[in-house]
């Protein structure tokens, strides 16, 4: 036992039910605002883009949810995901630190995405529908997505964000092979789309507004919902299968994480992973458990921002969620980690935040893509460069106990592989990666705009 690489389970012992963390919290999580009256929005204001069964999910206080047997099937695709003891990376950094990683970059679109992308497309279709919108940066969730409805039968339409369209056309081509129609957005099929153009034919397009024109299209037709991929407490529940499985690999492995450590950009690979070991904190049995979130200097949500209630996306159309914010115009250095540039962060995350139960820390770009080579040179693995956040605190964390001699255990989750960004890899390689730090003046511009509640 002690010996192995790799830590598995079978099929048989993978979950079958996720975890809510939701009624463990040591108190309620504020609810979503309906901007227009200052009033928590009811369930029916999600109907024109959700299924009630995911609705009901968003708000759910049973503790565990059952996998739908479908999901699970596709689920076993790539699933149950090993949990590998990184001992090439432990020898070069010559610490005592046990690091561990689950490697979720083995999935047939390459990330944690899928995950919540083929539950989310189960319910939909159940519910009827035909069609579902979304949104995508980079193109990691987009492809997801795509896969998903692929699976299950649906058509899916997502808009990208234009620079993403024009810069990375693998990511597009992925998703088209799939069978998805993929728009550079903003577009001229919508009236969000339409008004950006207004003001700057030659926009770039950001996620916000990408996701305002994703919801008009689904708001806008019948047999057609939308679906995002991040931040919303039933994706953040879908995710839990990976801290689940890890943990009952932990658990054949005899051992238990002191540190747990994942990027973030809108928190469901860190939250899936983290929350099942969260319980066991928020219970007082692992009190000194340390959970640390990493992100980039140039989207310093967690680390900057302010907590309060903001709309999810750019156009202002999403109820007001209260999480920390960087404000709904703000926006983002283009760095490679594309999936790390959200103006906010799961509402569930924040709160954690806020209670000081999970910790931040903020990277610029070239210490991650060093720690992402010393991986890739060691492990094997050319990992994305979202995942590369959680890397460097890893490798950080590691240098500690070789100064101080401690034998900690530290786990990641190994969100994705970078496969779609060796332009970013190459930029490094050649010295040409510039670093971004948001300016703190820009960061109150932008707050100062907060709606107010
Ligand atoms: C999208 C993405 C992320 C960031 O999204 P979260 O919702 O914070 O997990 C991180 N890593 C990879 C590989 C991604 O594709």
């Not at 932990?250 to 450590?261: N, S």
Request: proline share 8%; net charge negative.
């Amino acid at each position: 036992m002690m010996d192995e690489t790799k830590i598995t389970l079978t099929e048989q012992e993978m979950p079958k039910a996720w975890y809510n963390i939701l009624p463990d919290l040591p108190r309620p999580l504020d609810p979503p605002l309906n901007p227009a009256t200052g009033q928590p929005i009811g369930p029916e204001a999600l109907t024109p883009i959700f299924p009630m069964a995911l609705i009901m999910q968003e708000v759910s206080q049973e503790r565990w949810i059952e996998i739908p047997e479908p999901v699970r099937k596709v689920y076993t695709l790539w699933r149950p995901t090993p949990l590998i003891r990184a001992r090439r990376l432990e020898q070069a950094l010559d610490t005592p630190a046990k690091i561990y990683y689950k490697w979720e970059g083995g999935s047939p679109p390459g990330s944690h995405k899928p995950n919540t992308a083929v539950a989310q497309v189960f319910y939909n279709k159940e519910a009827g529908v035909k069609r579902l919108t979304t949104e995508t940066g980079a193109g990691q969730w987009g492809s997801a997505l795509a896969f998903a409805c692929r699976l299950f039968g649906l058509e899916s339409t997502v808009y990208m964000v234009r620079v993403s369209y024009e810069q990375k056309p693998y990511r597009r081509v992925l998703m088209e092979s799939w069978g998805a129609t993929v728009f550079p957005s903003p577009t001229d099929k919508t009236n969000a789309g339409r008004n950006i153009l207004k003001a700057d034919p030659n926009s770039p397009g950001s996620l916000g507004i990408a996701i305002s024109e994703a919801i008009e299209d689904a708001a806008t037709h019948d047999d057609t919902n939308y679906s995002l991929g991040s931040v919303l407490n039933h994706v953040l529940l879908h995710q839990t299968i990976v801290g689940l499985e890890a943990k009952a690999q932990f658990e054949k492995a005899g051992d238990y994480p002191d540190i747990l450590v994942g990027c973030v950009g809108g928190g469901s690979n860190f939250s899936g992973f983290a929350f099942p070991f969260v319980q066991d904190k928020l219970k007082g049995e692992r009190k000194d458990l340390r959970v640390i979130a990493a992100e980039p200097t140039a989207c310093p949500t967690l680390t900057k921002g302010m907590y309060a209630y903001d709309f999810g996306d750019t156009a202002k159309t999403t109820p007001l969620l209260k999480m920390y914010t960087l404000g709904s115009d703000f926006i983002p250095a283009p760095i490679h980690a594309g999936g790390l540039r959200y103006h906010g962060d799961a509402p569930l995350l924040c709160f954690l935040h806020k209670e000081g139960v999970i910790e931040a820390v903020a990277y610029h770009q070239n210490p991650i893509f060093e720690a992402a080579l010393t991986f890739a040179r060691t492990e094997g693995i050319l990992p994305a460069p979202e995942t590369a956040h959680a890397i460097r605190t890893v490798i950080d964390e590691a240098l500690k106990c070789k100064a101080s001699g401690e034998q900690k255990v530290i786990a990641f989750n190994c969100s994705g592989h970078g496969h779609f960004d060796l332009g970013a890899y190459e930029a490094y390689l050649a010295g040409k990666l510039p670093d971004f730090e948001y300016p703190e003046a820009k960061i109150q511009e932008s707050l100062a705009r907060l709606p107010k509640v």
